[in-house]
């Protein structure tokens, strides 16, 4: 099991969560942050941080987001497991179904 980000992320990234991270799993797509689903130790520090509500443990993403456990596993496809995100930044892609999504509008 791990945590995952879902659609509030999506063109916010705030990253107070990196910083909350003890394992450094949190990696930067273009449009969001996407959580490696081999490096979370499932410790949960990073859900009360985010301000937009939206990370979740894997068992308790709501229904309409429920595609979103696809996204975070399926980014790291490609990219395996880097073993910390600090090091690469802002990697430039993202999941298809981030790109897909139209721009969110910011409150």
């Excluded at 916010?12 to 797509?29: F, H, L, Q, R, W």
């Excluded at 979103?68 to 596993?73: D, I, L, S």
């Excluded at 802002?90 to 509008?105: V, Y």
Aim: proline share 9%; with cysteine; aromatic share 10%.
């Amino acid at each position: 099991m791990t945590y995952i980000i879902a659609q509030p992320c999506v063109d916010v990234k705030d990253k107070a969560c990196i910083e909350e991270c003890p394992v450094d799993c949190i990696y930067e797509g273009e449009r969001m942050l996407y959580i490696h689903p081999d490096e979370c130790v499932d410790c949960g520090a990073c859900e009360p941080v985010c301000p937009v509500e939206a990370i979740y443990y894997e068992d308790d993403t709501p229904e309409q987001w429920s595609e979103y456990y696809k996204a975070n596993v399926e980014f790291f496809d490609e990219v395996g497991s880097p073993g910390g995100a600090a090091k690469l930044g802002n990697m430039g892609i993202d999941h298809p179904i981030i790109i897909a999504l139209p721009p969110q509008a910011q409150d």
